[in-house]
């Protein structure tokens, strides 16, 4: 049984391993990269996360909306795969 | 062999003193299930950002990631990086506010109102056994650890510690695990910062460190300082697997799915808390490799001839500190362990209650009567952890063995899981054949890896392919049977309102 669904998947999977196999890590850093760019433009489309008035009296900063922070994070994230790549 | 000193051993004693009387106090308030499932929904996002990170890097990371760090290099760092912060924050947005305003206590309470009582029961089953099995990995990690710097006999350390995390656990719930895992963390960072400086000083320093892997690390250190791994390496983290099983399915299935790390979040006194506290948790994800990486990376070089890469942190620890500092580090790996095993605990207590005990043996009970089945049920759960963490020893190494048992079961639920929030058409025909199929699919790849797979270790790549498969056999099933009434599904997927 083992053998008959070995046989069956094994071409499956040596294709698969054949693609990701020719993609080098120079390219892979970029599809790492683009990831967290991409997590951070959806961020930024997503609605300011202010603070509803009880919750922070007072006048509104850019700091208060969650989103910064996340897009702070993203930043940091990328720079460090950047470096240590 | 040199172990703790007396005043090594006084500093753990008293730490761990400490955290029963913490426990004890906190619970003292307690009366209902809310409280001592979800904090009584008071906790304060710090601690729980906190808590979600200490309940992620427990002993069982320090041990296991440093020891995969000693034979494969800087690489572990992505568990931390691509392996969670984006899917943090996508949880953090999307996800964790959705669970917060449904007011549920678990995740297969979700399941059930979106799907059906099927789909509850096999997810709360996977994940309560899942649990279970874990707590009994984290008792064998630290009575190994106590075994070689204490001397105590392991099954004696298993059951000290299970008595530790079983008392402050049982007596204060979910606050007292978010209080302690705040004090833990704060233990570990010094213990870790401690380890690393007396490490580098040894070693040399950055410069040191490359030289001596450089001399004795061989071929198959080559790439031991990159973070990204071509895809035929030896190593189990290819850059292939960390993308496709860690970073689209084991990563957002765990910030996600996860009981043991969505329970605290669900604490939090707002939506904009449960936020906060997941984008703070993120935060410290930042740092976390180079808490618990790094001491790896050092440890091959001044270790170099371990038999197992597991051994390289407790052995640092008791080669490098001084009497004093060795205790005080300790009490910092015995708070990482403890923070991950009370959070299992905890949750595998509220997953049994909730989904099994409540829907199956008795529908109406009251919050109280639920309040005294979760604390015992969280007894029975650490004494059945005691009796399983023996077999841990049979496997080669304590974060392959997680892992292991992750991928088997994380792929599918996130696929359902996904399915049931983003997509109307998903039901419970397709949900329950997509799970079955995913978790068959999992332990088949894992029966047969040597014939298919190229590494020793394919757990990434199984998460990938179970979740793919579970995924299209959910589509395939729901477009084939009846939808589910749209009625039924309002506020349950997420461009439905309440």
Known sequence: MKEIIISLLKPFADVCFRCVNSISPDIAVFLYIFVLVAVAAWVLTLKQEKPKRNQKPGKFLFVHDLRVWAILILFVQAVIYIIFR | ?498
């Open chain 2, 1 to 498: 062999m040199q172990r703790l000193a007396a005043i090594d051993i006084s500093i753990v004693l008293l730490y761990l003193i400490g955290l029963l009387i913490a426990g004890y106090l906190l619970g003292k308030k307690q009366k209902t299930d809310k409280d001592y499932f979800l904090g009584g929904r008071k906790l304060k996002w710090p601690m729980v950002g906190i808590s979600m990170v200490m309940s992620d890097i427990g002993a069982l990371e320090i041990v296991g990631i440093a020891g995969l760090a000693y034979t494969s290099g800087f690489s572990m760092a992505n568990y931390d990086w691509i392996g969670c912060i984006p899917a943090m924050i996508v949880a953090a947005f999307i996800f964790i506010p959705f669970y917060w305003r449904s007011g549920v206590f678990t995740i297969p309470e979700y399941l059930g109102r979106r799907y059906n009582q099927t789909v509850r029961s096999l997810v709360a089953l996977f994940w309560g056994l899942f649990m279970i099995a874990n707590l009994g990995i984290f008792l064998w990690t630290s009575a190994k650890t106590l075994n070689i710097l204490v001397g105590w006999p392991i099954y004696a350390s298993i059951l000290a510690t299970a008595f530790v995390i079983g008392f402050y656990t049982f007596a204060g719930g979910l606050r007292a695990v978010v209080f302690t895992d705040t004090i833990q963390y704060f233990i570990l960072v010094l213990g870790s910062v401690i380890i690393i400086v007396l490490a580098f000083m040894k070693v040399g320093g950055i410069s040191g460190l490359v030289s001596t892997v450089e001399e004795i690390g061989g071929p198959g250190r080559k790439d031991f300082f990159h973070l990204i791994l071509p895809a035929d390496t030896p190593h189990p983290l290819s850059w292939s697997a960390i993308l496709f099983g860690l970073a689209f399915v084991l990563s957002p299935a765990y910030w996600i799915g996860n009981q043991a790390i969505v329970q605290r979040n669900l604490g939090t006194s707002s939506e904009r808390d449960a936020k906060k506290s997941v984008l703070f948790g993120c935060f410290l994800k930042l740092s976390i490799p180079f808490l618990i990486v790094i001491p790896g990376l050092v440890g091959f070089a001044l270790f170099p001839n371990l038999e197992k890469g597991d051994d390289v942190y407790p052995t640092m620890l008791r080669e490098l500190l001084p009497p004093g500092l060795a205790g005080l580090v300790f009490a910092g790996f015995l708070a990482a362990l403890m923070s991950s095993a009370d959070s299992y605990l905890n949750s595998a207590s509220t997953i049994w209650t909730m989904d099994i005990y409540k829907q199956y043996i008795k529908p109406n009970a009251s919050s109280e009567h639920l309040f005294k089945v979760g604390k015992s049920l969280t007894l029975l759960f650490i004494i059945m952890a005691v009796l399983l963490a023996p077999m841990t020893d049979r496997f080669p190494g304590v974060f392959s063995l997680f892992i292991t048992l992750l991928s088997i079961i994380q792929g599918p639920i996130f696929a359902i899981l996904l399915l049931g929030m983003l997509w109307k058409r998903a039901n419970g025909q397709g949900a329950v054949a997509g799970l079955i199929f995913g978790v068959t699919t999992s332990s088949t790849l894992f029966w047969i890896k040597d014939g298919i797979f190229k590494i020793e270790d394919p757990a990434l790549y199984v998460a990938w392919w179970s979740f793919t498969t579970a995924l299209i056999t959910t589509i395939i099933i729901s477009l084939l049977t009846r939808p589910k009434p749209a009625d039924s599904l309002k506020g349950l997927v997420y461009t439905t309102k309440a």
